[in-house]
Nanobody
C-alpha cells in the first residue's frame, strides 16, 4: 500500500525555520518525483517545490532562495527545509508522489496521484 506521511510542521515566528519530512512506505522513492504543495484556508492548493528522481529541483517563485528540497533514498524520505518563514507561508503542507522519468518534475497538483495527509505550518509572532 502506497503511503506518504508528512511531519515536522508546527508554530514558528516570522524569520524562523522548519524542516518538513515526507516518509514513504509501500514503494521506493528512487523512481518517483516528489512534489510539495500547500493550501491556506480559503485558497487553492498550490505547488511549492518538486524534486525529480534524479535530484533535479523546481521551486515556486514565492519560495525561491528560502526553501530547499532534498531526498534521502536510503531513508525513503524527502525533506523540505524552510527558512526565512513569513506569515503568508502559513498553510497545510502536503507531499505527493508520481512515478516519472528521471528529469521530470512538476508543480501541478494534477500530475501527482499519491498524497500524504498534510502537516500544519503556522508562522506567527
Amino acid at each position: 500500500q502506497v503511503q506518504l506521511v508528512e511531519s515536522g510542521g508546527g508554530l514558528v515566528q516570522p524569520g524562523g525555520s522548519l524542516r518538513l519530512s515526507c516518509a514513504a512506505s509501500g514503494f521506493t522513492l528512487d523512481y518517483y518525483a516528489i512534489g510539495w504543495f500547500r493550501q491556506a484556508p480559503g485558497k487553492e492548493r498550490e505547488g511549492v517545490s518538486c524534486i525529480s528522481s534524479s535530484d533535479g529541483t523546481v521551486y515556486a517563485d514565492f519560495v525561491k532562495g528560502r526553501f530547499t528540497v532534498s531526498r534521502d533514498n536510503a531513508k525513503n524520505t524527502v525533506y523540505l527545509q524552510m527558512n526565512s518563514l513569513k506569515p503568508e507561508d502559513t498553510a497545510v503542507y502536503y507531499c505527493a508522489a508520481a512515478p516519472a522519468p528521471r528529469l521530470w518534475c512538476s508543480l501541478s497538483r494534477g500530475a501527482f496521484g499519491s498524497w500524504g495527509q498534510g502537516t500544519q505550518v503556522t508562522v506567527s509572532s
